[in-house]
């Protein structure tokens, strides 16, 4: 359960075409129900493989967790495995695995996810697992110290231990964002991980993982009216709880550049991280800018890429995110990341130079009719293509349906990505991708610096 780790696993077979209009414009089948407690409950119906995947959604995230304990959020994701009253600890893994499944969790800013697939016997007692950790857990103090310490071992490996250490997605976040909410580390400091209490443990699961907090996502072996019997079975006595008020966490556009130099004791090569502000979710530009991004930074055919690696022959790389989910599975403020090695007889101005001189290219001249075309099918085949296996399915739907408020989304995507025309392009890369607008990152190796320091 790396935070950095890709949100969804390849957990279930391909389920192939399921019910589809045409095979350029499949919808995704989604039906909705609200339980009497507040659980919104998605069930995606394909009986193309004796299959299902399970995703709840929970509406907290780093951005949610409490001040002066950073890290939380993602501590608590590790403690929901470590098992309740009725299900000791072990018991959810062997349930699932036990009958050829598989199971994750992960935690973003906006969301926390809980993952699984198996054969669709195997259904009722994954939810009945998912019903039983809603309810309550096993909070004792032997549990919390051990997932303390499983924290912060994954701090030591994936950051510490690590060349570059996350500084494209923890880092520059730190940097241009200015709320406590957006911009604090959340796999959180020791400190505030070893001083998170058992009440604290309490608090987050009543305050954050009541059903009314939730969505339980279903995708394939099942029908809508199967689905919805099974989840009033399991988790319709489960009572709703008061959730705390959100704090305003919204920001707007920088206006300022910030730029920064950082040491890196286990690179080979520096490297550099520029993150733009993205666009509200739900703005008109966020398709736009979907569509931007690829543009520059999908792949090998994209302008960075080609700019940059092939003919400027100044990066080793070039590769993008957002934040740590997906242009369309974000709630509050979220980057637009370019990471690139760079190699180190360049410097990062030269780098910055060529990423500006393609930005410039596409605000000025546009794109053409035919390179729009072919990003655009790169997306559309790309996010089918993440809807095919059941797991990655009921995830999407789950996410879209907690953030978003309608997993119909899923079914809206193609059509805004369709409708992105040069002009579009263009005013993404002239509100957004702007020098005010920026935050970078130079991260050289310690030994580049050396000499620089002694002086």
């Excluded at 950073?70 to 495995?81: K, Q």
């Excluded at 520059?172 to 001083?195: C, M, T, V």
């Excluded at 709703?240 to 920064?260: C, F, K, W």
């Excluded at 666009?279 to 090998?300: C, F, K, T």
């Amino acid at each position: 359960m790396m935070l950095q780790r890709m949100l969804l696993l390849a957990g279930c077979v391909l389920a192939g075409t399921a019910a589809a209009a045409t095979a350029d414009q499949w919808r995704v089948p989604v039906a909705v129900e609200k339980l009497d407690n507040g659980l919104t409950v998605v069930v995606s119906e394909d009986h193309s493989a004796p299959v299902v995947g399970i995703s709840v959604v929970y509406r907290v995230g780093m951005r949610l967790e409490p001040r002066n304990r950073t890290g939380f959020a993602h501590l608590f994701e590790h403690l929901m495995f470590q098992g309740t009253p009725q299900a000791r600890k072990g018991v959810f893994d062997s349930v699932i695995t036990g009958g050829g499944g598989r199971n994750n969790g992960s935690t973003r800013a906006d969301f926390t996810n809980y993952i699984e697939t198996a054969p669709v016997s195997a259904l009722e007692p994954m939810l009945w697992l998912e019903a039983d950790r809603m309810r309550t857990l096993d909070f004792n103090p032997e549990t919390l110290k051990n997932q303390q310490d499983v924290v912060k071992e994954e701090i030591r490996n994936n950051v510490q231990n690590q060349p570059y250490g996350g500084f494209m997605w923890i880092d520059i976040g730190q940097h241009a964002f200015s709320k406590w909410e957006n911009n604090h580390d959340g796999y959180g400091s020791f400190h505030d991980l070893e001083n998170a209490s058992l009440d604290d443990v309490r608090a987050f699961h009543r305050d954050y993982y009541g059903p009314n907090n939730a969505v339980l996502a279903i995708a394939g072996d099942v029908t809508p009216a199967q689905g919805f019997a099974l989840a009033r079975r399991y988790f319709g006595d489960i009572p709703a709880r008061p959730t705390p008020p959100r704090p305003d966490y919204r920001e707007g556009l920088n206006t300022r550049e910030v730029r920064l130099q950082q040491s890196d004791a286990l690179a080979q090569v520096p490297a550099l991280a520029v993150g733009w502000k993205m666009p509200d979710r739900g703005s008109r530009d966020q398709a736009p800018m979907a569509v931007l991004g690829a543009l520059l930074a999908n792949g090998e055919a994209s302008r960075l890429h080609q700019g940059l690696v092939k003919e400027r022959q100044l990066a080793l790389n070039v590769d993008s995110l957002y934040g740590l989910t997906s242009a369309w599975e974000y709630d509050g403020p979220t980057l637009f990341v370019v990471f690139a090695m760079y190699k180190p007889d360049h410097d990062a101005d030269a780098v910055l130079s060529g990423i500006d001189a393609e930005i410039a290219r596409v605000a000025s001249e546009g794109v053409d009719a035919a390179t729009l075309a072919r990003v655009k099918t790169q997306l559309l085949a790309q996010w089918y293509d993440g809807l095919e296996m059941f797991l990655d399915r009921a995830d999407a739907l789950a996410k879209l349906q907690a953030l978003w408020g309608d997993a119909q989304v899923v079914n809206r995507i193609p059509g805004w990505i369709e409708a992105v025309d040069a002009a579009d392009v263009q005013r993404a890369a002239r509100t957004y991708l702007t020098t005010a607008n920026r935050t970078v990152i130079d991260r050289k190796p310690a030994a580049m610096l050396a000499p620089a320091e002694q002086k």
